[in-house]
């Protein structure tokens, strides 16, 4: 938040965008619309200028053929988790700007 015009979180669990929405924030429930679609609708077209990726955990919402594709790499050992929140925040954001990994 600190500075940002416009905050956006995106999530599937209603106690959490329920939260954002009280905090003022603009909110997106990934099973309901593409993510990708409406961060630039929201933007004018251009994406967001940092997405941040803050699961803290791994991320295995998503299309089925590109969970398949993670956990072949994963069982060849080409990957260690299921990068997919992490994926769509680098192709949502605008091009130049800031992405940021959040792990606890």
Same mark, same amino acid.
Not at 30 to 33: H, N, R, Y
């Given at each position: 938040m600190l500075g940002a015009a416009k905050v956006v979180a995106i999530d599937k669990e209603p106690y959490r965008l329920q939260m954002a929405q009280? %905090?003022?924030h603009t909110t997106i429930n990934?099973?309901?619309?593409d993510v990708r679609s409406r961060l630039l609708e929201l933007t004018g077209g251009r994406g967001p200028d940092k997405?941040?990726?803050a699961v803290c955990m791994e991320a295995s919402h998503g299309a %089925?053929?590109?969970h398949a594709y993670d956990r072949v790499?994963?069982?060849v050992r080409s990957e260690t988790e299921r990068p997919h929140?992490?994926?769509q925040a680098i192709m949502s954001c605008r091009s130049g700007?800031?992405?940021v990994v959040l792990k606890a």
């Open positions: 009280r %905090a003022g990934f099973d309901d619309v997405c941040i990726d %089925a053929h590109v790499k994963q069982a929140a992490l994926r700007g800031e992405k």
